[in-house]
Antibody, heavy 122, light 111 residues
């Protein structure tokens, strides 16, 4: 069974840092592009970042560029999201998801993890 | 940040047909980038429902169908069932933003 399991969420003060992890199983992680998508409470979905299969190419939403860093360990089948300089508006459930498609432009997201909640508040 | 516009809500009686529109622009849907649709049941993670405009992943009932024309796309649900009550999101790529964009989301209510 294809599965993604996020962890690492929690309560952080504004300006703080946190690292999310996403453990993958049931598919060939090392050949899969991966993404992070977030959803603020009661709001819609917002794409956050993308990482290609070997970790050599990244992309970020403007709202997190320079503050978030996506990385992966293919030996551990794990995706990471390092989040620095956190703001209240970063409060959301963070989902990791596998990207499927032939290029960077036709990525669809399937499957999704269950999500991990980040709350940024003093 | 949503650059794809959807109606906030649609509703229908069991067995009826409902459609959800997703309106974009020349930098996303109109630029021939594919549109994908997701279903999010209450309290759960999103699930891929339609990919590449009109294709259904294995296991998705054929009551769900997608189409795309110009700068817009649509999701249709025929034979509406109570279990279809959920939020639905469209998604594509945007060349101006150099990233992926989602629709504003539509809540489907079964009367």
């Amino acid at each position: 069974e294809v599965q993604l399991l996020e962890s690492g969420g929690g309560l952080v003060q504004p300006g703080g840092s946190l690292r999310l992890s996403c453990a993958a199983s049931g598919f060939t992680f090392s050949t899969s592009w991966m993404h992070w998508v977030r959803q603020a409470p009661g709001k819609g979905l917002v794409w956050v970042s993308r990482l290609n299969s070997d970790g050599s190419s990244t992309a970020y939403a403007d709202s997190v560029k320079g503050r978030f860093t996506v990385s992966r360990d293919n030996a551990k089948n794990t995706l990471y999201l390092q989040m620095n300089s956190l703001r209240a508006e970063d409060t959301a459930v963070y989902y990791c998801t596998r990207g499927r498609g032939f290029s960077a432009y036709d990525q669809r997201f399937d499957p999704w993890g269950q999500g991990t909640l980040l709350t940024v508040s003093s | 940040q949503s650059v794809l516009t959807q109606p906030p809500s649609v509703s229908g009686a069991p067995g009826q047909r409902v459609t959800i529109s997703c309106t974009g622009s020349s930098s996303n849907i109109g630029a021939t980038y594919d549109v994908h649709w997701y279903q999010q049941l209450p309290g759960t993670a999103p699930k891929l429902l339609i990919y590449d405009n009109s294709n259904r992943p294995s296991g998705v009932p054929d009551r769900f169908s997608g189409s795309k024309s110009g700068t817009s796309a649509s999701l249709a649900i025929t034979g509406l069932q109570a279990e279809d009550e959920a939020d639905y999101f469209c998604q594509s790529y945007d060349s101006s933003l150099s990233g992926y964009v989602f629709g504003t989301g539509t809540k489907v209510t079964v009367l």
